[in-house]
């Protein structure tokens, strides 16, 4: 993934004085959750190749509502990279917004070398819209 | 929102409490006419509004010189509330709990590291872990962990990485008493268990400095500190371990706070009552990661002091100070008819400024007034100041942390490249060794407010002394 990709739109950085906030736009629920992951390796390591690894995981994410679910789901990913040098590939991902819970199934790849590391994903400015699916988030660098 | 700022002295200003609905006390800045010109953006300004609405806050809330926008609380944002119907929030201490700034002053002169700045500047960042994704070799175990957790710094004393001249000069003896491991999350453990001596990346960084300016000969004797002398200035804070913590207490107040009756005009500022379970199980698990943060940079002086007797063998580097930045603390203080009271006094970038012979403090801050660690920017000058009796009486003696951002790191990054930039701090004398150049731009000077400016405007208007002026000679960052 590199730059084309934000200008396909399906993403952008949004200025943010101390740190960085992403705004992410999509078709549906799966695909936006699919597509943040994308926006946060972006901001990490400026783009991660999507293949399948060798390793499958499965993640199961719950939350309180819409907007905490992205957060919960995102913080996971720099999670599972600061505690085990990897990256999770997330292949196919199912977004249940009336419990308020993610299934990703996917797999494990080395981490590329990052370029910026992310404390974490914030809930200040936190946006989330169902119609059009949307998030506007903050990370804390 | 600018429009509701009144000014009140050259370097005063309120923020009225029409600013927002729901406002309980008026904002209060400390900046002069140039910081509030570069105040571009209204952000910080709301946020500072929106900690005002929030339960039990006392007296105003506070901003610093080196004020912008952050997340729930502005970086340089100061509030106290009130021990029993007060709240306490993890955004108004931020991800990196006791980020914080240690000062090393060596018995050597920059004439005479002058021949061996490079050795030393090369050793350091060879022996410091430090970039993203630092790690140590050595792995602590559950239980190692948890005595770091719990004792901080004196963990570090009885394995021999500190003295008991080195817990004397840090905040709070370099260890919160009040910590409870049991409350730190086995997330943030995991996170924790290798970046115990790392430095991170980011704006975190070892810096080589000569003392540049003295400008109280009598504390600055006190404080050991000499024009000419060599320091050595360490930022970094509690890593993985300390952001967890942060996460996790986020989302264990946000399940409950409507049981409080609390509601906040922003998610970051997720607050529960002081005394209810969820808060003291917060402070427990703030103050353990807090103590991983002063083991952290102990064990960082370590590092930094094997390098240093390697190559300038029998020159001690002792602590000036080590202090905090990211933090709430109870705490006493006198309220406007003159009785004590106990608050929760949350600094999030911003520095606890106690005055001279406050009852907390040894000899010589006693005398002195407890130091305060300001950092410049990169390439930039830095500063020690000391408390105030004034700050005590006026802003629950607190005080600025730094310079303070202006431009975002997209913004930055279009000003200059990292090797570009590199070569230009080369080309002022100043040796720069980084992790990766790639984003080293996004700390470039031009990003911060002028360092000297933030500092003159604390110093002017009272809240803290100015007592010496660092310049650098080498950068070390992750």
């Keep these: 993934m590199n730059k084309r990709r934000e200008m396909v739109l399906s993403w952008r950085e949004i200025e943010h004085t101390a740190d960085a906030g992403l705004y992410i736009v999509s078709t549906d629920m799966n695909t936006l959750f699919q597509e943040a992951a994308e926006a946060l390796y972006y901001i990490m390591f400026e783009g991660v190749q999507y293949m399948s690894g060798r390793q499958h995981r499965s993640l199961r994410i719950e939350g309180i509502d819409p907007g905490d679910l992205a957060v919960v789901w995102l913080n996971e990913l720099i999670y599972i990279f600061e505690t085990e040098g990897a990256v999770y590939i997330p292949e196919a991902i199912y977004v249940d917004m009336e419990r308020f819970k993610l299934k990703s199934e996917g797999s494990m790849i080395p981490a590329p070398v990052p370029v910026r590391q992310v404390k974490a994903v914030t809930y200040g400015g936190l946006c989330m819209t169902l119609d059009p699916p949307a998030l506007k988030v903050y990370l804390d660098l | ?152 710094s004196v963990w570090a004393l009885k394995r021999g990485y500190a003295s008991r001249d080195d817990l004397a000069a840090t905040e709070n003896g370099g260890c919160l008493e009040d910590a409870d491991p049991g409350r730190v999350s086995e997330k943030a453990k995991e996170r924790g268990k290798d970046q115990l001596g790392t430095l991170g990346s980011g704006n975190h960084f070892i810096e080589i400095q000569v003392i540049e300016n003295v400008y109280d000969i009598e504390k600055a004797a006190l404080l050991g500190l000499k024009r000419g002398s060599i320091t050595v200035m360490i ?210 000077p031009l990003a911060y407010k002028d360092v000297d400016h933030v500092v003159d405007v604390v110093d002017r208007a009272g809240i803290s002394c100015k007592i010496a002026r660092l310049v650098p000679l080498a950068v070390i960052k992750g």
């Excluded at chain 2, 009144?6 to 009225?16: G, I």
């Excluded at chain 2, 970051?268 to 402070?283: A, H, K, M």
């Design chain 2, 1 to 152: 929102m600018r429009e509701f700022l009144v000014k009140k002295d050259a370097f005063r200003w309120e923020l009225s409490m029409e600013a927002e609905k729901g406002m309980r006390v008026p904002g209060f800045l400390y900046a002069d006419n140039y910081i509030i010109e570069k105040l571009e953006e209204e952000n910080a300004l709301v946020q500072v509004a929106n900690v005002a609405c929030l339960p039990g806050i006392k007296k105003y809330s506070f901003a610093m010189p080196d004020i912008h926008w952050g997340y729930g609380f502005a970086i340089g944002g100061v509030a106290a509330f009130d021990e029993e119907d007060g709240i306490i929030s993890p955004g108004g201490v931020g991800y990196d709990i006791s980020c914080g700034v240690r000062l090393l002053s060596a018995d050597l002169t920059s004439e005479e590291a002058r021949g061996s700045l490079h050795s030393l500047t090369s050793g350091i960042f060879t022996h410091v872990p430090c970039g993203l994704g630092s790690r140590v070799a050595e792995r602590l175990n559950r239980k190692e962990l948890d005595n770091v957790l719990q004792e901080g």
């Design chain 2, 235 to 444: 930022h970094c804070g509690s890593r993985g371990l300390g952001h967890q913590v942060c996460d996790d207490n986020i989302r264990a107040m946000s399940k409950v706070m409507a049981k409080y009756g609390i509601e906040v005009p922003d998610r970051q500022l997720v607050s529960v009552p002081i005394q209810s379970p969820e808060g003291r199980s917060y402070f427990g698990a703030m103050y353990s990661a807090a103590n991983f943060a002063i083991a952290n940079r102990q064990i960082i002086t370590k590092r930094v002091r094997d390098v240093f007797e390697k190559i300038f063998p029998g020159r001690e580097l002792r602590l000036v100070y080590d202090i905090s930045h990211n933090m709430a603390h109870m705490e006493e203080h006198i309220d406007a008819k003159g009785d004590r009271e106990k608050l929760c006094v949350h600094r999030k970038g911003a520095t606890r400024a106690l005055p001279p012979g406050h009852g907390s403090l040894y000899e010589p801050y006693l005398t002195t007034g407890q130091p305060v660690l300001i950092p410049g920017s990169m390439g930039t000058a830095s500063y020690i100041l000391t408390g105030t009796g004034r700050a005590a009486a006026e802003c629950f003696a607190s005080t600025c942390h730094g310079a303070g951002r202006v431009l975002s790191r997209h913004a930055a990054r279009k000003t200059s490249d990292g090797h570009a930039l590199r070569q230009k701090l080369e080309d002022q004398g100043i040796s720069v060794m980084a992790g990766s150049y790639k984003t080293l731009s996004e700390e470039t």
